[in-house]
């Protein structure tokens, strides 16, 4: 079973920044970050592979993406926030399956952090 643990949600006021953690135990090739608001279904926010980058058009230009596999562990940069950003954001990868897709399949999920911005 992969492992996943988020870490570096919490409160800040719009135009804050904020920095996700996602440490997992085991190998992999793609990282994903996901979140999801109360009444919205899951929303795409950014993927990561071998160097290449994917962000959904809401958070383009505001939001940056890094790892380092090695010691396997993603990171989510988040700067000007605003309060549509509040929600629970999710770390998920492929861990050991087969790449099927660019940044797919997503096979293992972390718990969550939330991340709320507002004034």
């Known amino acids: 079973q992969v492992h996943l643990v988020e870490s570096g949600g919490g409160l800040v006021q719009p135009g804050g920044s904020l920095r996700l953690s996602c440490t997992v135990s085991?190998?992999?090739?793609?990282i994903g970050w996901f979140r999801q608001a109360p009444g919205k279904e899951r929303e795409g926010v950014s993927c990561l592979r071998d160097g290449n980058t994917w962000f959904g058009a809401s958070v383009k230009g505001r939001f940056s993406i890094s790892g380092d596999n090695s010691k396997r562990t993603a990171y989510l940069q988040m700067n000007n926030l605003k309060p549509e950003d509040t929600a629970v954001y999710y770390c998920?990868?492929?861990?050991?399956?087969?790449?099927?897709?660019?940044?797919?399949?997503?096979?293992?999920w972390g718990q969550g952090t939330q991340v709320t911005s507002t004034s």
């Open positions: 085991e190998d992999y090739d793609i």
């Open positions: 998920a990868t492929n861990g050991h399956e087969i790449l099927t897709g660019w940044c797919e399949p997503y096979t293992s």
